[in-house]
């Protein structure tokens, strides 16, 4: 299977910029075929959908996030990003990356702060 370590998260400024990367550990065949995604979960908050990219390079994104963040995969280097611009304090939570397709697996989350 894969296993999923996220990183780039920190403490930015309203309107500031963070990247955050997702290096997948399995096979180049495992990343290549399945849907990932981004997700979020804020504290005492149910956790939600951020956007998710299919294996074709379909996007689906939060109308919340629509317009300032962008996700991208590049299959070669077996790694998912997000591009976060014009960050919001409501931005802020714990973000995970997901291997949509079954078989399930999720990172362990990087924080993201947005904090004057």
């Known amino acids: 299977q894969v296993q999923l370590v996220e990183s780039g998260g920190g403490l930015v400024q309203p309107g500031g910029s963070l990247r955050l990367s997702c290096a997948a550990s399995g096979t180049s065949f495992i990343f290549r075929t399945s849907a990932m995604g981004w997700y979020r979960q804020a504290p005492g908050k149910q956790r939600e959908l951020v956007a998710t990219i299919s294996m074709a390079g379909d996007t689906v994104y939060a109308e919340s996030v629509k317009g300032r963040f962008t996700i991208s995969r590049d299959n070669a280097k077996n790694t998912l990003f997000l591009q976060m611009n014009s960050l919001k304090p409501e931005d802020t939570a714990v973000y995970y990356c997901?291997?949509?397709?079954?078989?399930?697996?999720w990172g362990q989350g990087t924080q993201v702060t947005v904090s004057s």
């Open positions: 997901k291997k949509v397709t079954p078989p399930t697996v």
